[in-house]
């Protein structure tokens, strides 16, 4: 794996990745931005949920330039809720370079768009039927764009929008730079390739699959906020002997660690900031069970190979398939059983299906325990360690003692006072653990629920409209494109 410091990523787009808690880049990631930074075209062929988005959105803030008020890159997607997410993460990736964009979809009034378009994003992210709307009012300039992406574009393909998006690309400066991405690869968008791209490089990635077979995967639904309470009382339930709490930022693992160190948990933590001696130490301490929680950044976990792991625990949940294969591999190694346990937020739960859908495997539902289902866990621990040691101990030196107290108290008061002394009492010390953005991707919708969102209701402009109406394939919209195309060359 690799780290986007490790990509050369100027620094304002690394403090943004900070903020949104990532660290490590995804496969298609690491290999289609130094390409696209250098200027190439791409093709990438990666299912939905694989960090397309900041694989082209990095690139297109690093080369544009935030004191030019023009639209600099357009990013074409199939739907309206595609749009807003891309639109949103690009804005977030561009905060420190203020870089802004702006989503461009049908069902919104199109003059506020207008409006919207006149404070001069630098990116514009558009479904097919809207942005034709705005080109052929003429809404939207596209003389100066120098990066123009098609995200989904099989998904385009099967909406009906091919033609749209050979219209688009032959409307924009033939000098440009092209970025396609696609799951699969039909010979329509091969043709696209071929044809409106130049010499473009190639990448695929395919996400793994599940491969190990012994660990009981299980999510809870848990707003951020109480995130970090159910952790503490899953483990005052059920007592692993070995846990890895997998987070997204070296800020939260220190959080979490020193939340679990002032509420009495043996636990440390680990994130690339750390001297590779300190890692050592804390990672010996695991291995040998002088702490029992280790808390780590995936770039932190790299070639972690210990044995005896029982739990994984995702605080957050990974940003793409592969890393959570990645991390729960962490257990149920050497033929024996391991669970992995994912927090999810409300709005993480599509982001879920995607993870299951691609890793071929099924994630059982637990509800968050209480309060007072972690201090009845804590009881039942100590309760159990009694019977362990009236079955395996010479308690016959305490006998005497043990009739004493019986003979002025009565039993379940003697056994009640037992087990207070062996329950190991939690500090109650509220723990605050900073907040990262969650991730969401789009919700698979049907072909003619997606044609609405779009706007455009598939080819709405290539329809036969009355004559006059310049809205025909053949008629004057498109004299009017050709026009313009040859005024912006």
């Given at each position: 794996m690799?780290?986007?410091k490790?990509?050369?990523?100027?620094?304002?787009?690394?403090?943004?990745?900070e903020?949104?808690g990532?660290e490590?880049a995804?496969?298609?990631q690491?290999?289609?931005?130094p390409?696209?930074?250098?200027?190439?075209?791409?093709?990438?062929?990666?299912?939905?949920?694989?960090?397309?988005?900041?694989?082209?959105g990095?690139p297109?803030?690093?080369?544009?330039?935030a004191n030019?008020?023009?639209?600099q890159g357009l990013?074409?997607a199939?739907?309206?809720?595609?749009?807003?997410?891309v639109?949103?993460?690009?804005?977030?990736?561009?905060k420190?370079?203020?870089?802004?964009?702006?989503a461009?979809?049908?069902?919104?009034?199109?003059?506020?768009?207008?409006?919207a378009?006149?404070?001069?994003?630098?990116?514009?992210?558009?479904?097919?039927?809207?942005l034709?709307d705005?080109l052929?009012?003429?809404?939207i300039?596209l003389?100066?764009?120098?990066?123009?992406?098609?995200?989904?574009a099989?998904?385009?393909?099967n909406?009906?929008?091919?033609?749209?998006?050979?219209?688009?690309l032959?409307?924009?400066?033939t000098?440009?730079?092209?970025?396609?991405?696609?799951?699969?690869m039909?010979?329509?968008?091969?043709?696209i390739?071929t044809?409106?791209?130049?010499?473009?490089?190639?990448?695929?990635?395919?996400?793994?699959e599940?491969?190990?077979?012994?660990i009981?995967?299980y999510?809870?639904?848990v707003?951020?906020r109480?995130?970090f309470?159910t952790?503490?009382?899953?483990?005052?339930?059920?007592?692993?002997t070995?846990?890895?709490?997998?987070?997204?930022?070296?800020?939260r693992?220190?959080?979490?660690?020193?939340?679990?160190?002032v509420?009495?948990?043996?636990?440390?933590?680990i994130?690339g900031?750390l001297?590779?001696?300190?890692?050592?130490s804390?990672?010996?301490k695991?291995k040998?069970?002088?702490i029992?929680?280790l808390?780590?950044?995936?770039?932190?976990?790299?070639?972690?190979?210990?044995?005896?792991?029982?739990?994984?625990?995702?605080f957050?949940?990974?940003?793409?398939?592969?890393?959570?294969?990645?991390?729960i591999?962490?257990?149920?190694?050497?033929?024996?059983?391991?669970?992995?346990i994912?927090f999810?937020?409300?709005?993480?739960m599509?982001?879920?299906?995607?993870i299951?859908?691609?890793?071929k495997?099924?994630?059982?539902?637990l509800?968050?325990?209480?309060?007072q289902?972690?201090?009845?866990?804590k009881q039942q621990?100590?309760?159990?360690k009694?019977l362990?040691?009236i079955?395996k101990?010479?308690?016959?030196?305490?006998?005497?003692?043990?009739?004493?107290?019986?003979?002025d108290?009565?039993?379940?008061?003697?056994?009640?006072a037992?087990?207070?002394?062996l329950?190991?009492?939690?500090?109650?010390?509220?723990?605050?653990?900073s907040?990262?953005?969650?991730?969401?991707?789009k919700?698979?919708?049907?072909?003619e629920?997606k044609?609405r969102?779009?706007g455009s209701?598939g080819?709405?402009?290539?329809g036969?409209?009355p004559q006059?109406?310049?809205g025909?394939?053949?008629?004057?919209?498109?004299g009017?494109?050709?026009k313009?195309?040859g005024?912006?060359?």
């Open positions: 690799t780290t986007f490790e990509l050369n990523v100027s620094a304002p787009i690394l403090k943004a990745l903020s949104m990532f490590e995804t496969p298609i690491a290999q289609t931005i390409h696209a930074i250098e200027g190439k075209d791409v093709i990438g062929q990666a299912q939905t949920g694989t960090g397309k988005t900041a694989a082209f990095i297109m803030i690093e080369l544009f330039d030019i008020k023009a639209v990013v074409v199939p739907t309206r809720e595609l749009a807003i997410q639109a949103a993460e690009i804005n977030r990736l561009g420190f370079k203020s870089i802004r964009a702006l461009v979809y049908g069902g919104q009034h199109m003059d506020r768009q207008i409006r378009l006149k404070d001069r994003p630098q990116i514009v992210v558009a479904t097919p039927g809207r034709l705005h052929r009012r003429r809404t300039r003389h100066d764009i120098k990066v123009a992406v098609l995200d989904e099989d998904e385009m393909l909406m009906g929008f091919i033609d749209d998006i050979k219209e688009i032959n409307v924009i400066p000098e440009r730079q092209t970025l396609l991405f696609s799951a699969t039909p010979k329509e968008i091969r043709e390739a044809t409106l791209m130049k010499q473009p490089v190639e990448i695929k990635v395919k996400a793994k599940m491969t190990v077979e012994n009981d995967q999510f809870m639904e707003p951020e109480f995130k309470d952790l503490t009382n899953h483990f005052d339930i059920h007592s692993p070995l846990a890895i709490v997998f987070t997204r930022t070296k800020k693992v220190d959080e979490i660690t020193d939340g679990l160190q509420r009495g948990f043996r636990a440390e933590g994130h900031d001297t590779q001696g300190k890692r050592m804390v990672l010996n695991f040998h069970g002088r029992e929680v808390v780590a950044t995936d770039v932190a976990a790299r070639g972690l190979d210990i044995s005896g792991v029982t739990h994984v625990y995702n957050d949940i990974p940003q793409d398939p592969e890393s959570y294969v990645h991390r591999g962490r257990t149920g190694r050497a033929g024996r059983t391991g669970e992995a994912s999810v937020t409300p709005r993480e599509s982001h879920l299906r995607l299951e859908q691609v890793t495997s099924k994630m059982k539902r509800v968050p325990p209480t309060n289902e972690a201090a009845r866990g621990a100590s309760a159990e009694m362990q040691t079955e101990e010479d308690l016959k030196s305490f006998n005497q003692t043990a009739t004493e107290l019986l003979e108290h009565d039993s379940i008061s003697v056994v009640s037992a087990l207070k002394l329950t190991k009492e939690r500090k109650d010390v509220p723990v605050r653990i907040s990262v953005q969650p991730i969401s991707v919700n698979v919708r049907g072909r629920s044609r969102q779009s209701g080819k709405r402009f290539y036969k409209r006059g109406s310049g025909g394939r053949g008629g004057r919209r498109q009017n494109f050709q313009r195309r005024r912006q060359k």
